[in-house]
């Protein structure tokens, strides 16, 4: 492969900058641009070793005093020779840098280059290297630590041994049939039917925990509903912890959707805060109306909130009770976990009886109720619990071995799927040859996870998530 480099950091000045290089006799063009105090040449460095230098431009002018280490093939991120340079986080000096590896023979590496040499070089497999992108993305605590362990190989050690039981049985299989002279055990029906019970059991596992995967992951889009001056922007800016919506005592202030992401519970939630739902004549909030409602049906958790607070100076209108009641009914009816937040708890400790509402048998009741005040925070916890009732972590031995997306959720499906055929043919009475034909659809499918059989264009289309440097 041809010699690649890239600037590994930001593009903002910084305290420190580096830039990285792979490819074969990189070491060479190395030398071009970095004159070490100790006056050794560069290849003759001593291997994963920081060494103070001189970093100099295409034309041998020195541009920053730095470090340089070198990574010889395969012991690298990449597997082939590798090397880092470490100066000041200067753009312009970086610039300078990369351009001198360019004049010496470098090109510019492109989106997750180095990433993808190390999965072609057999470093990563596909699991791993998506894991790289996730642990940058990381928006957690707990996504950081399920990319960390993703990255150190806790999902590929959950389908390996998958793999191997099916490779066995089909390997066995062809054996017998390529060479039926050779003392070679047949693979009895039972034994088949074994292994893909298994197979199918561990994936099953593997599906159930993929939920949990892509909350851990992405986050829970969580629509914040309720009728005007119900606290939905005081809400929203309580649990962003700064004042992200504007807040007045004037209902209908909110005319768009407003998003934000929050922790809640230790879930992150993609919050969107919207337009009160009332019947209006103002076309500007009707849009807002109508954006609600898409927020809504593309939500996969559900705030309602009420004012609650009883107001003995100011009774509520018979309308507003009318608006209630026809949006806890727009709510149960999307199926989707919906929780009731009666806020604005430290104007009274009482809440009128708009919970009574939800008492029609053919309602979707909400997960939990929760009572809380956004502007003191008392209840706020209340809401964390409840969130993360509905967003359990699990277990923590699940960390690393979580399917994180919908790639890899797709591909363990068809891979059960097809186990899944395989084990009722069995059952059926077909031959072992027919059923084998479902367990090879298997591995196929287990292998565009891994990484074994992926296309080109799965490849493609993973690393062109990653960053330049990376």
């Given at each position: 492969m041809d010699i690649i480099a890239a600037i590994a950091t930001g593009s903002a000045a910084s305290a420190?900058?580096?830039v990285r290089i792979s490819g074969a006799d990189c070491f060479s063009a190395c030398g071009h641009v970095f004159r070490a105090a100790n006056g050794k040449p560069f290849h003759a460095q001593e291997p994963r070793k920081l060494?103070?230098?001189?970093?100099?431009?295409?034309?041998?002018?020195r541009i920053d005093r730095g470090m340089a280490v070198r990574f010889p093939a395969p012991n690298s991120y990449t597997g082939e020779d590798s090397a880092e340079f470490h100066c000041h986080g200067s753009p312009v000096v970086l610039r300078e840098l990369l351009s001198a590896l360019f004049a010496a023979g470098a090109r510019q590496a492109g989106p997750g280059e180095f990433t993808k040499r190390a999965f072609l070089n057999g470093r990563l497999d596909l699991t791993?290297?998506?894991a790289v992108v996730d642990l940058i993305d990381a928006e957690t605590a707990a996504a950081a630590r399920n990319a960390a362990a993703q990255l150190d190989g806790g999902l590929r050690r959950r389908l390996e041994p998958i793999q191997e039981a099916l490779l066995d049985i089909v390997s066995r299989f062809y054996a017998v049939v390529d060479y039926p002279d050779e003392d070679i055990e047949d693979v009895h029906p039972r034994e088949i039917a074994q292994a893909l019970v298994s197979a199918e059991d561990?994936?099953?596992y593997l599906l159930a925990a993929c939920k949990r995967g892509q909350v851990l992951k992405s986050g829970v889009r969580t629509a914040i509903m309720g009728l005007p001056n119900a606290g939905k922007s005081s809400l929203l800016n309580a649990l962003a912890g700064y004042d992200r919506a504007i807040v007045t005592d004037i209902p209908g202030t909110t005319r768009?959707?407003?998003e934000e992401s929050a922790l809640c519970g230790g879930v992150l939630l993609r919050l969107i805060d919207t337009a009160g739902l009332r019947e209006t004549e103002d076309t500007v909030e009707q849009l807002g109306v109508e954006r609600s409602r898409r927020a809504m049906a593309n939500a996969e958790l559900i705030l309602l909130l009420s004012d609650d607070a009883v107001h003995p100076e100011r009774p509520r209108?018979?309308?507003h009770w009318e608006d209630f009641r026809r949006l806890l009914w727009?709510?149960?009816?999307?199926?989707?976990p919906w929780i009731y937040v009666a806020t604005k708890r430290d104007l009274s400790g009482q809440v009128a009886g708009s919970i009574g509402m939800i008492g029609d048998a053919d309602w979707n009741g909400p997960a939990a109720y929760v009572s809380l005040s956004a502007k003191t925070g008392e209840g706020?916890?209340?809401l964390e619990d409840a969130v993360s009732a509905l967003f359990p972590a699990g277990d923590p031995g699940e960390t690393g071995s979580l399917l994180t997306d919908r790639r890899q959720e797709d591909a363990a499906r068809r891979a059960r799927d097809a186990l899944r055929r395989g084990r009722a043919a069995l059952t059926g009475g077909l031959t072992p040859d027919t059923v084998l034909t479902d367990v090879e659809e298997a591995l196929d499918a287990l292998g565009e996870l891994t990484g074994r059989t992926a296309k080109e264009e799965i490849v493609s289309r993973i690393f062109s998530r990653f960053c330049v440097g990376k």
């Open positions: 420190i900058g580096i060494v103070m230098g001189d970093l100099l431009d295409c034309e041998g002018r791993q290297a998506e561990a994936l099953t768009d959707t407003v209108p018979r309308k727009e709510v149960s009816k999307t199926g989707k706020l916890e209340d």
